[in-house]
């Protein structure tokens, strides 16, 4: 079946420090990437998305390449902000069996400190 | 912006407790999903439905069952609550094309004593 794998749990950068979260995903199928974020106390909320290979997503400052040689979809933003610090999940979504919703990956906590 | 409501926001039941928690969405998405989120696991899907009567399963639907009772309602009922059922909650909603965006609610923390 489809999975997504963010290996980082964790990550704490001071502000204007560069983020970089790791993803990379499994298909058999040529999905949709996306990135979703969760604020405390709020339900993920999508960042961005991209739906053809090679294209980059841009929102907010962050950015995502879908890159389907490598299977891989990292979020990175130049220089982050206090206001950054959430959850961020990596998903995916398959275009053979959408109804189904997104694969999530374990999401990365993200903090950063003025 | 596609609005989904839950409710009730937080929830303490005991072991062997019966507990419905809803979901409202008001755009008339067809697609409505439950999904719970713990830590170490990520989000994970419980069901999901296409529509008014419909129940598809999840990836994790043991312990739990859901009714679509219209286009706007999704229930998720636990009729024997246990401890491992203590998580976050998050009902969502989405349109019917394949590439629209998925639209969650806030969250339901239920804690199981």
């Known amino acids: 079946g489809d999975s997504v794998t963010q290996k980082q749990g964790q990550v704490t950068l001071s502000e204007d420090d560069f983020l970089f979260i790791n993803c990379t995903y499994s298909?058999?199928?040529?999905?949709?990437l996306l990135w979703y974020v969760q604020y405390l106390g709020q339900g993920p909320q999508l960042l961005l998305k991209v739906t053809t290979a090679n294209n980059k997503g841009i929102s907010r400052g962050f950015e995502a390449t879908y890159d389907k040689g490598t299977t891989s979809f990292h979020l990175q933003k130049a220089s982050v902000q206090e206001s950054d610090s959430a959850v961020y999940f990596c998903?995916?979504?398959?275009?053979?069996?959408?109804?189904?919703?997104?694969?999530f990956g374990l999401g990365t906590r993200v903090s950063v400190f003025p | 912006e596609a609005a989904v409501t839950q409710s009730p926001r937080n929830k303490v039941t005991v072991t062997g407790g019966n507990v419905t928690l809803s979901c409202r969405q008001t755009?008339?998405?067809?697609?409505m999903y439950w999904y719970r989120q713990d830590t170490g696991h990520g989000l994970r899907l419980i069901h999901y439905?296409?529509?008014?009567?419909?129940?598809q399963i999840g990836d994790v639907p043991d312990g739990y069952k859901a009714t679509r009772t219209t286009q706007e309602d999704f229930f998720l009922l636990l009729e024997l609550a246990s401890p491992s059922q203590t998580s976050l909650y998050f009902c969502a909603s989405r349109d019917r094309d394949w590439d629209t965006e998925v639209f969650f609610g806030k969250g339901t923390r239920l804690t199981v004593v």
């Open positions: 439905s296409y529509g008014a009567g419909n129940l």
């Open positions: 998903a995916l979504a398959p275009r053979n069996n959408y109804a189904q919703g997104l694969t």
């Open positions: 755009n008339s998405h067809n697609y």
């Open positions: 298909t058999t199928t040529y999905p949709t």
